[in-house]
């Protein structure tokens, strides 16, 4: 169907009906895909045979045509830490559109921001105020500027292998080259390996550094923070007259079994923090830059400040109703202490695997943030097939898991990062014992397969392959 024709179909129905439309259009989908958004993306979905077509969602699952679910270990990037379509959310965002609030006058102060602003304040001791953005890379923009402001430094450390989002300013904090090539010149920012004290001292001495950024576990290879390290960078750079910028995005939110990452270790007290992904709920996008008093008051120091740093969107209702709910649901539900047992069982179950496994190298994390890491094997048959892969390209045997975990067990995972053996789980953070005992029992299934020189080694001569092409 043309445009013009979709569009004189769409006039003569009338009112707008979203149903009949996905009725009618749905299943064009990958190719109004490939026609106007990014089209390496259904052609990336095609070769790993991850072009599935999910009708509907429910908590940890997809489900298909047939009604066959889907377990989720993947939760959007994070952005599903209660699941699909909570029902508490759901009624929230139900209750605010019936409600047609004055919403974004921009000259009156609602009550739902200030609501919500206050909730996630009563789980962030040391913080004192809030700014709602839209997503994660705009909460660490906020950072970032409110940061160099109040210290009149230019420069932002950073750790390699960090990831803080994709937009200027926190892609001249991304640890990964792969994304900032080509988009040169970015902001005056230099990298610090994770838990390198001394390196951070070096920069620091140069005076020039308003903060350091950190992920309390990084996103990309799960790689956490040494003990200690985060305080003892925390007092260094207050020695040095520079700020700690914990990024939260991922971590936060009851990911690794605390509320933040950082709180695992006493005495850290981020000067900002950036907040998104789980907030949202699933359904609205939103972002938040919590900080200490004093920062916010420099940055808005007078009234005619008022407006130096906002966000057309940012504290919309449905955001600000969504928020609301799901730190409701966190507290009534428990979601933390669940986090912290099932992460524990998952974890420990999956550790146990290493010792039956040579190319299982390590399990770490902590809650349910866990990294599953493949490494060179002993024996003579696999290591070859494992040179083959390294030479055509590294984090192949990673993919070679990911794909029959969803192809023949219907699980959605992920690979942690480019040219990385490693698989990151980040479910939701609702999930149980069962989910548990699925996917340990799918894991072992595919790692039974790539250790007797299964299936799974076919579907590798075909990604070497493709890695070879695209030289």
């Known amino acids: 169907m043309t445009t013009a024709e979709s569009a004189s179909e769409s006039s003569q129905a009338g009112e707008f009906d979203l149903g009949r439309l996905l009725a009618r259009r749905g299943a064009e989908r990958y190719e109004l895909h490939t026609r106007y958004l990014n089209h390496q993306l259904p052609r990336m979905l095609h070769t790993i045979g991850f072009d599935k077509v999910y009708e509907r969602a429910e908590g940890a699952y997809f489900y298909d045509a047939d009604g066959r679910d889907y377990l989720d270990m993947l939760a959007g990037f994070g952005v599903m830490g209660l699941g699909r379509h909570h029902p508490v959310v759901r009624k929230a965002l139900h209750d605010v559109l019936d409600a047609q609030l004055a919403d974004l006058t921009r000259f009156d102060c609602q009550p739902l921001p200030g609501l919500l602003a206050e909730k996630l304040l009563a789980h962030s001791p040391h913080l004192d105020r809030v700014f709602f953005g839209n997503s994660g890379t705009e909460a660490v923009e906020g950072a970032l500027k409110f940061a160099r402001f109040v210290t009149r430094r230019p420069r932002i450390l950073y750790c390699a292998h960090a990831f803080h989002g994709l937009t200027t300013g926190s892609l001249s904090v991304n640890g990964e080259p792969g994304f900032r090539d080509g988009f040169a010149p970015l902001l005056p920012d230099t990298a610090v390996p994770l838990g390198d004290l001394d390196a951070l001292e070096r920069e620091l001495k140069k005076g020039d550094v308003a903060a350091l950024i950190v992920e309390p576990i990084q996103g990309k290879g799960v790689l956490e923070a040494p003990p200690g390290y985060l305080l003892a960078a925390q007092e260094l750079l207050h020695r040095h007259k520079a700020l700690l910028i914990a990024d939260e995005v991922q971590t936060g939110l ?27 709920g699933g359904y609205v996008p939103v972002g938040a830059t919590l900080g200490k008093d004093w920062i916010f008051k420099k940055v808005y120091s007078s009234m005619d400040r008022v407006l130096v740093h906002s966000a057309s969107f940012g504290s919309n209702a449905q955001a600000m109703a969504a928020g609301l709910a799901v730190l409701s649901v966190m507290e009534n539900e428990q979601i933390v202490a669940g986090v912290r047992t099932t992460g524990e069982l998952l974890r420990s179950r999956l550790a146990a695997l290493t010792d039956k496994y040579e190319m299982l190298a390590d399990v770490r994390g902590r809650g349910l943030m866990i990294g599953i890491e493949f490494g060179r094997p002993k024996s003579l048959k696999l290591r070859s097939r494992w040179a083959m892969l390294q030479a055509a390209r590294k984090g192949l045997f990673a993919q070679m898991v990911v794909v029959p975990l969803l192809r023949k067990h219907r699980i959605l995972t992920q690979v942690s990062g480019d040219h990385m053996e490693v698989i990151k789980l980040i479910p939701p953070l609702i999930i149980g014992e069962r989910e548990v005992d699925r996917f340990v029992d799918a894991f072992t299934a595919v790692m039974d397969d790539a250790h007797d020189g299964g299936l799974v080694w076919d579907f590798g001569k075909t990604l070497v392959k493709q890695a070879v092409a695209n030289r």
């Open 254 to 280: 009851g990911r690794t079994g605390d509320f933040y990452a950082y709180q695992h270790e006493d005495g850290v007290e981020p000067d900002l923090v950036c907040v998104a992904k789980a907030l949202s």
